[in-house]
Each structure stands twice: as structure tokens, then as C-alpha cells.
């Protein structure tokens, strides 16, 4: 048990050793922690425990750290990374397990803790686990929502097929499509069952997307639930996501359910059904063809008619605005040429020249009002003219004396020897003046 065993100790006075752990031969820290793993190794050996997982954590180098738990008491769990990547299911916080390992102590901690080898589900097998576990994330990143499922194309020009080429589910396939609507079919090989068989069916499907099918088939026929587990794997499942062209699950019997048929566009109970959806009976269709080919014509004869009636009430309501806008178009014409013949020239001629006899009258018997108007008043400033002309002083004897270019009018204006111009009332007189007589000078 301890590193210094009994048998190397003797006991009692007279060259006997201690024994160790005892006060004369204590133990380290290291020795005790050593020890008790030891015992636990020998006496546990491997063994069972269940309980539930707690605490759970993984570290970067792989190692993985959880407790299991039960009603009184818990116990710390390591499995390392080569143990845990054996698992078929991903350990989680509550998980119900059965787990085989060692006992041991930490040393460092001086902890007890189980090196655990192996776990399975308690209650429930591991494989069922993991397909759980898987569901749950797939159906988490919405690869099974109804919202991503795209309808199957009426009539495929080319259908694709994966499945195993040796099967009975390619039969059923090419039997109930060109039963119904004879189109080509590509078929990739692929293993349905197997280890190989995930990797082989997600190869195929990348393959065959690449050619020009139109809808894509994915199965094979009834089987176990082992036998379908290939349909179940991720590596299929997202393939059958990532397809660019609608796709159909044709896996197993009507009974059996697998992640493909989940994450399909649609899901067909067996291949001979996924064929049926695959393509439309041509019988079928070419009687909705004639159907709809009768339906047109009719529906053309009744658009024909309808369009003629359409057309003669668009003819007379056309004429009756036509009509409506020559009427309206002559009476516009007919006002213009009132207009245009009111304002020819040879109309507003005639009017002028009558407006101008008018003024020549209106002139004349103005022109001869003014001048016996004018005549008038003539008569008589001459009559006043007259009365005060000097020529009528002059006739009564009296003379008018000029000198140079003034009239004399006293004698202080000239002098002796100046020449003088006599006025009389006829004729005129050359003088010269020999005297002056300046009169009274009060007369001035």
C-alpha cells in the first residue's frame, strides 16, 4: 500500500525500524496521496456509476470536466480527449449516465475523482441520443422550418437519383416515372448502408447538383433502423440542404421518419411514390391541356365578340364626338368669317369713304361758317379800322410830316434845311423846311 511496505519495518526495542505513518516515520503529503490511489486502484479496479452530469466543461487540449451527481453526494469526472472523442452522443449539463472508469486521487489537489473510459445513456441507448442531440441542433438552425421547403417544378426536363445503382428503390423510381411522364433520369451510385455510406451519399449529391436536373431524389427502400442511419448523419442531412434544386426523401417505408425526409422539400413514403411526385401523369396533363385549350378558345370567341362590342360602342361614341366637334369647328368657322368679312378692306373701305363724304360735308359747312363768321368780323374791324385810319384824317385836309423814318409830330423835331416828306390824303409832298415856329410851348 505505501511506499515503504511492512514488511521492510520491525517492530519493538533493540534494532526494530518504525512503521510508517508512524510518529517516529511519518508520511509526506505526496507518500499518503500516492498510497491512497493506490489502494483505490487495487481495490476498485474499474467499475460503473450513474448519476447525472453537472459542471461540464472542455478544455483546449481536448480534456473534458464534469460531476456526477445524485440525491447526497457528487463526484468529479475527467475523460480524456482520445475517451471523449469515442462517444456517439455530445455530453451535456443533465444528462442521465451510466459511466465506466477508475477511481483515483489528484495528487496536486489531493482531490478523489473517476477517470472515466466510456458513457452511455441511462434509460436510452446512445445512438438514440445522439440522433436527439443532433435533431435538436439541426431543427435549432431552422433547417427543418416549412418557410425554406421550395415547391417541386410542374414538368422536370431531367430528374436526379441518388441511391445504390443495385437496389430495388432505383427500379421502383424509373418504373413510376416513365409510367407517368417518361423524362430523362441521371442516377449517382452511391452506398446506402454502412460506414462508407454518409460520406459516399453526401458526394453524390454534391455531383450530381453540379448537372442540369431539375428536382433531385434521395433514398432507398425499407430497412432497420441501423440500415437507414445513413440518412440520419449530418453530413447528408446538410448536403440535402445545401442542394440548389427542390429535392424529394425517399428513405424506407412509410413508417420510418430520418433527418432527410425532415430536412427535404418533400418526403415521399417510398421510392415509387417519390417518382409519382417526381413527374405528372401525361395523360393527365395533356387532358388539363385540352381543357385549357377549349377553355382559351372559348374565352377568346367571348373577348373576340366582347371587343367587337367594345369597339362598335367606341365607333359611335367616336363619331358622336366627332360630329360634336365639326359642328363646334363650323360654327368657329362661320364666327371667323363674320369677323374676317367685317374687317376686309373693302368693307372697312366703304366705310371710310363714307365716313370721309361725311367729313368733307361736315368740313365744307364748317369751313363756310367760319368764313362767313371771319367775313363778318372783317366787316367790321374794317368798319373800326376805318373810322380810325389816318387816311380819313388826311382826307379832311390834313397832311402827315415824315422825317427820315419818324413821324413829326412837333417842330422841336427837325430843323431848318432838314428834307421832309409830306403825306397827303392822295399823293405826297418833297419839302424842305425854311422856318420853325415852336408854338406855345404849353401845347406840348
Known sequence: MWPVTLADAKDGPGGSSPRPGSRDLPLSVSQLV???NN?????AGTLWVEGEVASLSRASSGHTYFSLNDARAQVRVVMWRSDARRLKFQLEDGLHLHVRGRLGVYERDGKFQMYAQTAEPAGVGA???ALDQLRAKLMAEGLFDEERKRPLPKVPSRIG???SRSGA???DIIRSVYRRFPVPILIADAQVQGHTAPRQ???AIAQICRTDIDVLIVGRGGGS???LAAFNDERVVRAVAGCPVPTISAVGHEVDMTLTDLVADRRAATPSMAGEMAVPVLAELAAALD???RRLSRESVMMMRSARQDLDHLTISAQGRLDVAVSRRRRGLSELRTRLEANHPRARLLVNRANVKELEARAHRSLHHRLESRAKEFGQLAGRLNALSPLRVLSRGYALAIAGDRVVTKSADVRVGDDIIVRLARGALGCRVQTLDHGDPQDD
Open 127 to 129: 445512438d438514440a441520443l
Open 201 to 203: 451519399i453526401a458526394h
Open 34 to 36: 500516492r498510497g491512497v
Open 225 to 227: 433502423a441501423s440500415d
Open 291 to 293: 381543357k385549357e385549350q
Open 169 to 171: 428503390a432505383v427500379r
Open 39 to 43: 489502494v483505490l486502484e487495487r481495490t
Open 161 to 163: 437519383v441518388v441511391t
